[in-house]
């Protein structure tokens, strides 16, 4: 068997084991034992594309779908579903074994893995999840969540709710050499900023944080740093008190054309 066909053959074999997880099915349940609402956001962070679930597209019962190849800037709003201890432990179409307890989702269309926020249209809620597995297929159900993240959106009671849903652009999202970027599950060990820009000259920065006051953007702030004797002026948002509300504020200026914006700790 060559390797080229053995790749074609666990990709199918993925494909199909998680087709089975798509949507809510009969049988499916909430665990007896959790109980908690306040799971912590999936935390977006820079990643490749999975090996796994990312074909140009793919047939479930009889209709092809379109995989995004990229997904910066996309909207979309319609019913959340989840799905909870049926599939538990069981393969995503990422690969990655579905965790009911964690906060993740499936879509159609975005590419695995994708960061998304979603809002909750009738009590106000947002969440993030992480997006590493495809469905829901039930005619007009736009997204499947976990069973933590329907309950931290306030859908588990009822099954289903109507949602808003955009994507988070992660590629700012990278490490440089002065500043750490946050990574999941970690703790700060000092202040929280999401830095939007870092600009050569004062008059720029100046600009550009009057610019985001003039959005409604709050703790505007320039910051000025030496290197070498040439100064750097960075314009950021903050101090912030935790990574949920930074990546809050990231999503909201994504929403007025900033997508250049990086969670910074220093």
């Given amino acids: 068997m060559t390797g080229h066909y053995q790749h074609k053959t666990i990709l199918l074999g993925l494909l199909i084991s998680s087709l089975s997880l798509f949507g809510c099915a009969p049988g499916d349940s909430a665990p007896d034992d959790f109980v908690r609402d306040d799971t912590p956001n999936a935390v977006p962070k820079n990643e490749p594309l999975s090996r796994y679930g990312n074909p140009p597209s793919y047939t479930v019962m009889g209709k092809t779908y379109k995989v995004m190849q990229q997904a910066n800037g996309f909207q979309e709003e319609g019913i959340a579903s989840w799905y909870?201890?049926?599939?538990?432990?069981?393969?995503?179409?990422?690969?990655?074994?579905?965790?009911?307890?964690?906060?993740?989702?499936?879509?159609?269309?975005?590419?695995?893995?994708s960061y998304v926020e979603v809002t909750h249209k009738q009590n106000g809620r947002k969440i993030i999840v992480k997006v590493n597995d495809r469905g829901p297929f039930h005619e007009g159900?736009?997204?499947?969540?976990?069973?933590?993240?329907?309950?931290k959106l306030g859908i588990s009671a009822t099954g289903?709710?109507?949602?808003?849903?955009?994507?988070?652009?992660?590629?700012?999202?990278?490490?440089?050499?002065?500043?750490?970027?946050?990574?999941?599950?970690?703790?700060?060990?000092g202040k929280i900023h999401v830095q939007v820009a870092a600009m050569g000259?004062?008059?720029?920065?100046?600009?550009?944080?009057?610019?985001?006051?003039?959005?409604?953007?709050?703790?505007?702030?320039?910051?000025?740093?030496?290197?070498?004797?040439?100064?750097?002026?960075?314009?950021?948002?903050?101090?912030?008190?935790?990574?949920?509300?930074?990546?809050?504020?990231?999503?909201d200026l994504n929403g007025i054309g900033v997508d250049t914006a990086r969670v910074v700790v220093d």
Avoid: C, W
């Avoid at 964690?102 to 893995?113: D, N, S, V």
């Avoid at 159900?141 to 309950?151: E, G, M, P, V």
């Avoid at 590629?171 to 060990?189: C, E, F, G, K, N």
């Fill in 84 to 113: 909870g201890t049926k599939f538990h432990g069981r393969r995503t179409s990422s690969g990655e074994p579905y965790n009911m307890y964690a906060m993740t989702a499936a879509h159609k269309h975005l590419p695995l893995p």
């Fill in 160 to 189: 289903t709710g109507p949602v808003s849903i955009r994507v988070i652009n992660t590629s700012a999202l990278d490490l440089d050499t002065r500043d750490v970027v946050m990574p999941i599950d970690s703790r700060p060990q």
């Fill in 201 to 251: 000259t004062e008059s720029a920065a100046e600009t550009m944080a009057s610019k985001l006051r003039s959005k409604h953007m709050q703790s505007v702030r320039v910051h000025v740093v030496e290197n070498d004797g040439n100064k750097l002026y960075r314009v950021r948002i903050g101090p912030l008190p935790d990574v949920d509300l930074a990546y809050k504020v990231i999503n």
């Fill in 141 to 151: 159900r736009i997204i499947d969540l976990s069973y933590a993240a329907a309950r």
